[in-house]
């Protein structure tokens, strides 16, 4: 066979036209969501308030292993999917390593991530069902922008909460929402009743993403033809993001390849759980024995150091409640770079995955995690996101392992995006200043302490 390319592309023929439901092959299932009034399970009716319609069965829905992408959501894909699956030659060849080292590069479009496959999927079900705006929180901004773009493509209006730390260390990001018409509200705000409690308690606090959320389902249950959408975490957004598995799958399969190892970084567990899902097919119908690495930063450790546990998804205790690894949704990280991976829980499905042992987690602390951006830079020409940069951390020490037992594996991870309004992290790292935090057992049980008990 000819030279593997550098970045391979799929045609349009060979691009998916379904994305895949994990759930529909997992032995045992995550648990179900609780009524936060009640904390029985949730019924698909129960969401309608916060959720489109679509989107709350397909949140409810564990069985049907294949949903068609609808034509809307797959004409607006093609502008930007599929996204290369590239080998890193050079990076290989840096770390002297015999390991074959593939990235999924989903940072070609303007929200510079991963996320904008769920927001027009979400926004596309949204329209479909006749309402006229959408509410959702944001914390790094990657989030925000890939719904901004989503709802101007299909002509809805939207108010995003975004984290006041994220919003006063990146007001370009502010103004890309801006551009797409999307209306960027600080969180903690004084316009929810949740944001007027949480600033009466804390005046000085930078916000959490468990704060924004509770601001912005507050906004969207008392607005009418209006509804809330969230961009990781849930079983939905894992389902939409399932296309990033299945076209590294499939583009894998055309060059005559197979990971042994497949590595993505975890915030919410949305680009993770989307990346593995087509290779975790194949390893609970037992046809293959891949292992799969989760990656979070040291300041905020919910797989390494959390509690399995049912939990709010945000901060106002108004969600339903998942089980899932958390760190409790009391639970407010240090200032870390990596925005987009500070949320207290993570996804159900992969929590019930790794707790079943079928994934693995590590932790970095974040100095370690730039001088991995700055050396993958300088090989491979893409400046990383501080959040995919602990996915290049965690493939870059595989490779390094690989190097030691002298084994040529191949290794397969998820570069989410890029990190153009992440320059001021990058300058404290070039410059020395940046200093890592990883929280004491004290401070964690902190957070554990707001767990919900659950009889
Ligand atoms: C949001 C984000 C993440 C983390 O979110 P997940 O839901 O865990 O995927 C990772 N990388 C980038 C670039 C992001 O924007």
Wanted: overall charge negative.
């Amino acid at each position: 066979m000819a030279k593997i390319p550098h970045r391979f592309y799929l045609t349009e023929e060979q691009m998916p036209k379904q994305w895949y439901n994990l759930r529909a092959d997992m032995k045992e299932q995550p648990a179900p969501l609780l009524n936060p009034a009640t904390f029985k399970p949730i019924q698909e009716e129960d969401l309608y308030p916060i959720f489109c319609e679509k989107l709350a069965h397909q949140e409810i829905d564990s069985q049907t292993r294949y949903f068609d992408i609808p034509e809307e959501v797959l004409d607006m894909y093609k502008i930007f999917r599929p996204s290369p699956l590239c080998r890193a030659y050079n990076l290989e060849k840096e770390l002297g390593t015999p390991a074959k080292i593939y990235y999924k590069f989903e940072g070609n479009n303007t929200s510079g991530s991963h996320k904008l496959n769920s927001a027009i999927a979400q926004a596309y079900y949204a329209k479909d069902q006749g309402l006229t705006s959408l509410t959702t929180e944001t914390g790094a901004g990657q989030w925000g922008t890939a719904l901004s773009e989503a709802c101007a493509y299909f002509g809805l209006g939207l108010d995003i909460f975004m984290v006041k730390g994220s919003y006063e260390q990146k007001p370009f990001r502010k103004a890309v929402m801006e551009v797409f018409d999307g209306n960027v509200i600080p969180s903690p705000s004084m316009t929810t009743q949740v944001g007027k409690k949480i600033l009466a308690d804390k005046p000085n606090t930078t916000g959490s993403l468990g704060c924004a959320i509770s601001e912005a389902v507050e906004k969207a249950v008392n607005t009418p033809n209006c509804r809330y959408v969230l961009g990781s975490v849930l079983n939905q957004v894992l389902l939409h993001q399932s296309i990033i598995g299945l076209e590294s799958k499939k583009a894998m399969e055309i060059l005559g390849e197979y990971p042994d190892v497949v590595v993505g970084c975890a915030g919410g567990g949305s680009n993770l759980g989307g990346l593995i899902s087509a290779f975790m097919q194949d390893k609970l119908l037992g046809k293959s024995n891949t292992r799969f690495v989760a990656v979070e930063p040291a300041s905020c450790p919910s797989l390494t150091r959390g509690k399995y546990a049912y939990d709010f998804c945000d901060t106002g205790k108004i969600t339903p409640l998942a089980k899932m690894y958390t760190l409790g949704s009391g639970f407010i990280p240090s200032a870390n770079h990596a925005g987009g991976l500070r949320y207290h829980g993570m996804s159900p499905i992969l929590s019930k995955l790794y707790d079943d042992g079928y994934m693995e987690a590590v932790s970095y602390e974040q100095t370690k995690v730039f001088e991995a951006a700055v050396k993958f830079a300088k090989c491979e020409t893409i400046l990383p996101a501080p959040e995919s940069a602990h996915a290049i951390k965690g493939a870059i020490d595989e490779a390094l392992k690989c190097k030691e037992s002298g084994e040529a594996k191949t290794i397969l991870f998820g570069l989410t995006g890029t990190g153009y309004f992440d320059m001021k992290a990058y300058s404290e790292y070039l410059a020395g200043t940046m200093t890592d935090y990883i929280p004491s057992d004290e401070d964690l049980q902190k957070g554990f302490d707001t767990l919900p008990q659950i009889k």
